[in-house]
T-cell receptor, first 114, second 114 residues
Framework: AQSVAQPEDQVNVAEGNPLTVKCTYS??????LFWYVQYPNRGLQFLLKYITGDNLVKGSYGFEAEFNKSQTSFHLKKPSALVSDSALYFC????????????FGKGTTLSVSS | NAGVTQTPKFRILKIGQSMTLQCAQDMNHNYMYWYRQDPGMGLKLIYYSVGAGITDKGEVPNGYNVSRSTTEDFPLRLELAAPSQTSVYFC?????????????FGQGTRLTVV
């Protein structure tokens, strides 16, 4: 069965500093990996995804993520955090097999202080 | 383009009452999902559907039912509401031609069972 782990409930960074939000996954086949962001009282918004190819994926709002197959990780990164990046971030995985669903981690709250 | 539309946005139910959470998408997506979000627990998959007439259980299906008579609609039914079903419910959809497409989310339904 596929699963996703986000080991940190909360990440705190100062504005202007780099940020990393961690994600590890478990699937039996090749994974499709996604990051979503949720602002208060809103639905989830897609940030970026890894399908195949380059291990460094660039997405919306200056975010990027690095796929590491040997460590089964897909960490979200941004070189310089903004206060407006403060939100709840979800990692999700889908197995490359027809009929499988999108499975989410429990989420990591990112707090960027000014 | 409306995307994924959920109704109602808020609802208070008494224990034992029933209700249907509506979800409609206008993107001709085959895959549709229902998730519930509880604080610190992330998104748990309740049910999903890979096309009209096909539904499957997710991680937490007990107490819920779904149907998928059309591509556009994927209603979630609560037959005998319980306080444990107090949560925020999200509907999502994705295109099924390949497994690598991202899901689009509705704005959520906040349900309280008292």
């Amino acid at each position: 069965a596929q699963s996703v782990a986000q080991p940190e409930d909360q990440v705190n960074v100062a504005e202007g500093n780099p940020l990393t939000v961690k994600c590890t996954y478990s699937v039996s086949g090749n994974p499709y990996l996604f990051w979503y962001v949720q602002y208060p009282n809103r639905g989830l918004q897609f940030l970026l995804k890894y399908i195949t190819g380059d291990n460094l994926v660039k997405g919306s709002y200056g975010f990027e993520a690095e796929f590491n197959k040997s460590q089964t990780s897909f960490h979200l990164k941004k070189p310089s955090a903004l206060v407006s990046d403060s939100a709840l971030y979800f990692c999700a995985v889908r197995e490359n097999q027809a009929g499988t669903a999108l499975i989410f981690g429990k989420g990591t709250t990112l707090s960027v202080s000014s | 383009n409306a995307g994924v539309t959920q109704t109602p946005k808020f609802r208070i139910l008494k224990i034992g009452q029933s209700m249907t959470l509506q979800c409609a998408q206008d993107m001709n997506h085959n895959y549709m999902y229902w998730y519930r979000q509880d604080p610190g627990m992330g998104l748990k998959l309740i049910y999903y559907s890979v096309g009209a007439g096909i539904t499957d259980k997710g991680e937490v299906p007990n107490g819920y039912n779904v149907s998928r008579s059309t591509t556009e609609d994927f209603p979630l039914r609560l037959e005998l509401a319980a306080p444990s079903q107090t949560s925020v419910y999200f509907c999502a959809s994705s295109y099924s031609a390949s497994m690598n497409t991202e899901a689009f989310f509705g704005q959520g339904t906040r349900l309280t069972v008292v």
